[in-house]
DNA sequence: AAGTTTATACGAATCTTTTCGTAATTGCAA
DNA sequence: TTGCAATTACGAAAAGATTCGTATAAACTT
C-alpha cells in the first residue's frame, strides 16, 4: 500500500484539503493564489492528476466536483520524514531529530512536551 | 548565500562525496552504480551540472577532475529539514519531531541520548 | 429553448531533471 | 609520433512536472 510520492505542487494542495476538508477547485484555486500565482486551469489539472494517482477523491455535487485526500496527512508526513531520513540522514531518525532541535525554533515549552513524549517511549517496548 | 536546493540524484553525488571524500566521476559512478543502474556518462553529466551550479568544486589532476562539496551536509541538512517542516508539518519543528520519535526506529540508547541533549537546551538560552 | 455563466476535459507547450550516445581531448605506451 | 585507453564535453532525447488555451458540458436565467 504506498502511494505515489506527491510532487511539491501536490503536497501544497493536500495541505490545503486536510485543513478546509473536502473542497471544489474554486476553493482551492483561491486558497494557493494568495501565496502563489497559479491559473484556475492548472490548479484544476493537478486535483484531477491526483486524482488518477489516487491522491484525491472526489464526488460529483451538480456541476462541480468536490475532492477529499484519500491518503492521511500522517501517513504522507511519515512517508516524506523517512525518505529524508534515508537520502539525507543516512538513515538515523536521533541525526534529523538533534539537527531539527538545534535549528532552535522550539521552544521551552515544546522542549518539555517532546522530553516527556521520550519518557512514555522509555516506558514502552522501544528496545 | 542560499544553494539551489539539490535534486534527489544530486544529493545522492553528495553523500558519497561527504562519506569518501574528494573523489574521481569513476569512483562516485562506481558507489551509485551498487544501488542502481545508472551509465556512466549520466554520473559525468550530473557531477558537471553541480559544478556549473556552484554545488561541487573540482581540480584537475592529469587527465581527471577531483570533485568535492562545495556546501556541508549540516547545510543541506537544514535546508531540506526546514523545507520538510514549512510545506509538510506547517511550519512546526515540534510536529515533525514527534513524528520522528514515534516511528519507532530509535533506540532506548538513542532516546536517552536525545533527552540529555534536550536537557542542555533547557539550560541555554531558548526562550 | 436560447443565451449566459461556471465548471470540467483535453491537449499541447514549457520547464526541469535524468539519461545516454557520440565526439573531442588527454595522457600514456609502443 | 602514432595509436590506444580513459576521461571529459557536448548535445539532444526521454521522462516527469507544471502551465495554460481552447473546447465541451452542465446548470441556471430569461
Given at each position: 500500500m504506498s502511494?505515489?510520492?506527491p510532487?511539491?505542487?501536490?503536497?501544497?494542495?493536500?495541505?490545503?484539503?486536510?485543513?478546509?476538508?473536502p473542497s471544489t477547485v474554486k476553493v482551492i484555486?483561491?486558497?494557493?493564489?494568495?501565496?502563489?500565482?497559479?491559473?484556475?486551469?492548472?490548479?484544476?489539472?493537478?486535483?484531477?492528476?491526483?486524482?488518477?494517482?489516487?491522491l484525491l477523491?472526489?464526488?460529483?455535487?451538480?456541476?462541480?466536483?468536490?475532492?477529499?485526500p484519500a491518503v492521511s496527512q500522517e501517513?504522507?508526513?511519515?512517508?516524506?520524514?523517512n525518505k529524508l531520513v534515508d537520502t539525507a540522514f543516512q538513515g538515523s531518525a536521533m541525526k534529523l531529530i538533534m539537527q531539527a532541535l538545534g535549528n532552535e525554533k522550539t521552544s521551552i515549552d515544546e522542549l518539555t512536551q517532546i522530553k516527556s513524549?521520550?519518557?512514555?517511549?522509555e516506558g514502552g517496548q522501544n528496545e
Open positions: 502511494f505515489p510520492k510532487t511539491d505542487s501536490e503536497l501544497a494542495i493536500l495541505q490545503e484539503l486536510w485543513q478546509r476538508g484555486h483561491e486558497a494557493l493564489s494568495s501565496s502563489r500565482d497559479i491559473g484556475y486551469t492548472t490548479a484544476l489539472k493537478l486535483m484531477q492528476i491526483m486524482h488518477e494517482k489516487g477523491t472526489r464526488e460529483r455535487e451538480g456541476k462541480t466536483h468536490i475532492y477529499q501517513k504522507i508526513q511519515k512517508q516524506l520524514l513524549f521520550i519518557e512514555k517511549l
